[in-house]
């Protein structure tokens, strides 16, 4: 099981963050650290149609719950903060055929509504 003591489940958006994370962009290693302090919100959403294969507390996601929420609202590109999604999932452990499916869906959501010409 993952360590999540760096979060608590908690105000509006669902968790907060209790010391900084750290997060390293593109690679293991990479010159390009993502710092997220203490005290930031941060949301786990999971699809209500899909909460009985997804939990949105479960821990193997929480870390890239954050990395993704924060990248999104620092102005990433959606198609960026879903790859590093998919990365610190892993990196955390989560099952891999399960966060190849979430990825998809994402990856799918964001083509269909691109090609629908609606904003993400």
Not at 7 to 34: E, Q
Not at 98 to 104: D, N, S, V, W
Request: hydrophobic share 40%; glycine share 8%.
């Amino acid at each position: 099981m993952p360590d999540v003591s760096w979060c608590i489940k908690g105000g509006p958006r669902g968790y907060v963050t209790t010391r900084a994370v750290t997060w390293n962009l593109m690679w293991k290693g990479s010159p390009f650290i993502l710092t997220i302090p203490p005290g930031r919100e941060f949301e786990s959403s999971v699809p209500r149609s899909l909460q009985w294969l997804w939990s949105p507390d479960d821990p193997f996601y929480l870390k890239a719950a954050l990395i993704h929420d924060t990248l999104l609202e620092s102005g990433s590109r959606p198609f960026e903060a879903d790859s590093q999604w998919r990365a610190a999932a892993l990196s955390e452990k989560a099952p891999a055929f399960k966060t190849g499916i979430a990825f998809a869906g994402m990856i799918f959501r964001r083509y269909a509504q691109w090609a629908l010409g609606k904003p993400s």
